[in-house]
């Protein structure tokens, strides 16, 4: 059985910045494609990400990243979304996958 996996990961990588970093995209596609052997990164039009924090409405453009793989490594995915919540200076990145 093969997996899909998403990545959900915020354009800009905090709120004090507000233009996208596109070297911070450019280099989890290059490791998701060097990991995975493909990776397909939606761009073009961001994803609306809503959400109420504190009572307050608020609102991120999103990239989803996709790649697909025969077994899922639990201790990898753990690692490498730490990784990713420190680099784009995230509480969560959201990882989910589907069968």
């Known amino acids: 059985m093969v997996h899909f996996i998403q990545l959900v990961l915020p354009l800009c990588p905090n709120d004090q910045q507000p233009t996208p970093d596109k070297t911070l995209h450019a ?3 290059a490791e998701l494609t060097r990991h995975f052997g493909r990776c397909d990164a939606h761009t073009r039009t961001p994803a609306d990400g ?7 409405g608020r609102h991120q453009d999103l ?3 996709e ?5 899922i490594d639990d201790q990898w995915w753990e690692w490498y979304q730490e990784v990713l919540e420190k680099r784009f200076r995230r509480v969560q990145v959201i990882v989910r996958t589907l069968p």
């Open 27 to 29: 280099i989890v596609k």
């Open 50 to 56: 809503r959400w109420t924090e504190g009572g307050q």
């Open 63 to 65: 990239v989803i990243y």
């Open 67 to 71: 790649v697909m793989s025969r077994l």
